[in-house]
């Protein structure tokens, strides 16, 4: 029997444990799929906007697979911080893949960036959906005008949850504190603005025509500007998205004005930050240079320049993996170094060490992109078998890291918490709510009430 921890449960963990489980070649082998978190399902929980109920239901399908006779889900295990280290987990199994994800977001680089209302994107999503980690207040909802820098699915779900009035989330999981803010927000407007060209934007079609059905606010574009891009014209040498994308701007931007919906919606390209403005400490603006095409797929700067008003700033201009605690790591990409999924410590084989999902291959691709990056991984390590076995693990990986001092929160733990946001739900009047915090998480997976959100 091969024994292997997978750490991490999100989408690439989850399929990394499918692949696992699923394959003939090596049969019985089990799995331990470890998480710092208490929760299962990694961005598909704490990264889908509230809103997207079909994205979400992805997690039905991640359930079976923890739910397989031969997986077991252990959260509230954080490997590299205390006594468990990579090198002892790897005492304990026979392999180990870290499926760690990328936790950080990528900076503007530019002036006044650390300025009150100034904020990462990532950290705006982790707020409202209900990270415990995530900061429980900070964001300018006070603003009048936001700036959200970046034309990717992240940048457009921020743009929307902020165009969008409380009683369109009140049906949505998201915690009662943050739904208070947002009802609360006094944000009219949202700018949201692409350096490059619209042919060029990385948002799916599909979420950008949400932009233009929302209930109360108004989705517009500069017809002026996206014909500075030469494929806006002639769209037929882009990617089927691309061209999309163009069609439905095309259509925006030759509709009668929208009128009439208390908040609005622009979308911006060929703008580049070069400064967040600041008044008494707080974000007042952004300072934009305008670009044009370079001819060769990127923009250059014209030297004219255009100021927005703004009293929040959300950038969302990608994520980047951060260094795993005890793990080799690239800077330059922001990843743990591999050779099809076998990490490499010095530039030699790690035995019994791999790595998949953004970890492996950078924060690119689309939920599905995991499955292919998991089967190579996996592959790799099936075919190490004969050797991984010859590794003796602990009889008892999680009585081992309980002597730690650990106490894992096993699938009955999980099925606890999601017992108590759903009564959680009920007390407000609401579906099930997202539980917030750490205590009140832990506490409904122990059992124990004194911890547990009010």
């Not at 990617?239 to 701007?249: I, K, P, Q, W």
């Not at 259509?251 to 403005?277: C, D, K």
Request: charged share 20%.
């Amino acid at each position: 029997m091969l024994r292997v921890a997978v750490v991490g449960s999100g989408p690439s963990g989850v399929y990394t444990a499918q692949s696992l489980v699923e394959q003939s070649a090596v049969p019985g082998v089990h799995v331990h799929v470890l998480d710092r978190l208490p929760c299962p399902y990694g961005l598909v929980r704490y990264g889908v906007a509230p809103d997207h109920e079909k994205i979400k239901s992805l997690q039905n399908n991640l359930r079976a697979v923890l739910e397989h006779e031969r997986v077991s889900f252990v959260g509230g295990v954080e490997v590299g911080k205390g006594a468990l280290t990579p090198a002892r987990l790897l005492g304990l199994y026979h392999a180990v893949v870290y499926c760690v994800g990328a936790a950080k977001d990528r900076r503007l680089g530019i002036p006044g960036e650390e300025l009150a209302g100034s904020c990462s994107a990532t950290d705006f999503v982790s707020w409202y959906s209900a990270h415990p980690d995530a900061a429980s207040n900070g964001f300018a909802l006070g603003a009048r005008s936001a700036v959200v820098v970046g034309v990717g699915n992240v940048a457009v779900d921020v743009a929307r949850i902020l165009a969008r009035g409380a009683q369109e989330l009140l049906p949505t999981d998201v915690p009662q504190a943050a739904l208070g803010a947002l009802a609360g927000s006094q944000v009219r407007e949202v700018h949201m603005v692409g350096r490059r060209g619209p042919s060029q934007a990385r948002f799916t079609t599909k979420e950008l025509r949400e932009l233009g059905s929302l209930p109360d606010a108004d989705a517009t574009v500069d017809g002026p500007e996206l014909a500075l891009d030469p494929a806006f014209a002639d769209p037929s040498g882009l990617l089927a998205v691309n061209r999309r994308n163009v069609a439905v701007l095309r259509e925006w931007a030759q509709a009668p004005p929208p009128q009439g919906h208390s908040r609005s919606i622009r979308l911006r390209f060929f703008l580049r930050p070069v400064e967040v403005l600041g008044d008494g400490g707080r974000v007042s603006g952004v300072r934009f240079e305008r670009t044009v095409p370079d001819g060769h797929g990127g923009v250059r700067p014209t030297g004219g320049y255009e100021d927005i008003e703004a009293q929040l700033v959300l950038r969302a201009v990608g994520y980047r993996g951060a260094p795993p605690a005890g793990l080799p790591f690239d800077p330059a990409s922001g990843t743990v170094p591999h050779e099809a999924g076998r990490m490499l410590r010095e530039g030699a084989q790690a035995p019994g060490e791999y790595v998949a999902g953004w970890i492996k291959r950078g924060p690119t691709g689309v939920i599905g992109t995991n499955r292919p990056c998991a089967k190579e991984t996996v592959a790799s390590l099936l075919a190490d078998a004969s050797f991984l076995v010859q590794r003796r693990p602990a009889d008892d990986p999680l009585d081992a890291m309980r002597k730690l001092g650990l106490r894992p929160v096993e699938w009955p733990g999980w099925l606890a918490i999601e017992a108590a946001e759903a009564d959680l739900g009920i007390s407000l009047g609401r579906r099930s709510v997202k539980i917030p915090d750490w205590a009140g998480l832990l506490g409904a997976a122990y059992g124990d009430t004194s911890l547990q959100h009010p």
